[in-house]
């Protein structure tokens, strides 16, 4: 199974038993492509976390590889890379030494653990309920407004308005706030201003796919 994704950090962090449960004798991964959205120190340790998990789950994962490999400073149209140059020099970025440091140096002996309390730090659960995450607002090749954003967290209550933003081709993502929930629902208003057949999209950063997504042309579009 050949897996590509570009994702952001909170969900390398939340998805670090992905492959936990995926069958000993099932289809083996072949990641051929992966890499957190950004080049910072939080995005290799978040693609450094991912890689443990990876490595937990070697009976389902038999290859991974990051990329891009090469950007040029003065040509730059993708982010993140791992090595960064110009007509004089190469600079590696923070994912780098993180794929060096793995490469470098292989564990061969598994500790025995035991945790006899829990502590607040302590994480139990395999897969984490409460890890926030990014809302965001996508347009694409459009001037598109959003207004009435109420966004209700159904596990803790919490309930956010934000404000009204639009969106351009120039400016086509922004995030307008984080949850801690897993369950919540979104309300809003959208309406193309001006460019081409407008598809504005709802995302939340832990998750692969968008939260809902709509199509401008028959008018207004209401998510409730």
């Given at each position: 199974m050949d897996e590509h994704y570009y994702q952001a950090p909170e969900w390398f962090i939340a998805n670090h038993h992905r492959y936990d449960a995926?069958?000993?004798n099932g289809p083996k991964v072949f990641l051929g492509e992966y890499a957190s959205q950004d080049n910072t120190w939080f995005h290799a340790l978040a693609e450094a976390s991912?890689?443990?998990g990876m490595q937990n789950a070697a009976h389902a994962v038999k290859m991974a590889c990051y990329a891009p490999l090469f950007c040029h400073l003065h040509y730059e149209n993708w982010r993140p890379d791992m090595i960064w140059l110009d007509n004089c020099t190469a600079v590696p970025s923070p994912s780098y030494h993180v794929q060096?440091?793995?490469m470098n140096h292989h564990g061969d002996v598994v500790l025995a653990q035991e945790i006899s309390e829990k502590g607040p730090s302590v994480m139990m659960s395999r897969y984490p309920d409460s890890l926030p995450g990014d809302i965001v607002l996508e347009a694409n090749e459009?001037?598109?407004a959003f207004e009435n954003i109420v966004i209700a967290e159904e596990d803790t209550e919490k309930q956010h308005t934000c404000r009204e933003t639009v969106l351009s081709p120039e400016r086509s993502r922004e995030k307008i706030t984080?949850?801690?929930s897993r369950n919540y629902t979104i309300r809003l208003?959208?309406?193309e201003l001006s460019g081409k057949k407008a598809s504005?999209?709802?995302s939340d950063s832990r998750m692969r796919k968008t939260v809902c997504s709509g199509d401008l042309a028959d008018g207004p579009m209401r998510i409730l």
């Open positions: 995926f069958p000993e991912y890689m443990v060096k440091l793995f459009s001037q598109v984080s949850v801690d208003h959208a309406r504005p999209s709802v």
